[in-house]
């Protein structure tokens, strides 16, 4: 059985960084796609980074020049390096894969979600 778990998250100062993983586990043949998602309280989740195969990333406008996605895919693991945390990125952190099952099939599967907590 798939599944995804994030570690990672806490309090942090403004200012602060934090780094976050995703590491997939299960019987597997690919994971084409690794994303971070947020929600905070009273909003909808939403879409804070991107990668896919080819190193392809995306960010959201009021992440970029602060967070980093990356990969490392023999670990199946994806990070989320956060810089210059700011209270609004306050929230609860998902990570969602699209994963390539040992028989072909794809799935997507989300983690628990991780919080993530800016404030002095």
């Known amino acids: 059985q798939v599944q995804v778990v994030e570690s990672g998250g806490g309090l942090v100062q403004p200012g602060g960084s934090l780094r976050l993983s995703c590491t997939a586990s299960g019987r597997m043949s690919g994971i084409p796609f690794m994303g971070w998602y947020r929600q905070a309280p009273g909003k909808q989740r939403e879409l804070v980074a991107t990668?896919?195969?080819?190193?392809?990333?995306y960010y959201a406008d009021d992440v970029k020049g602060r967070f980093t996605i990356s990969r490392d895919s023999a670990k199946n693991t994806a990070y989320l390096q956060m810089n210059s945390l700011k209270p609004e990125d306050t929230a609860v952190y998902y990570c969602n894969g699209l994963i390539v099952g040992i028989t072909g099939t794809r799935g997507s599967y989300w983690g628990q979600g991780t919080q993530v907590t800016v404030s002095s």
């Open positions: 990668i896919a195969t080819g190193e392809i990333v």
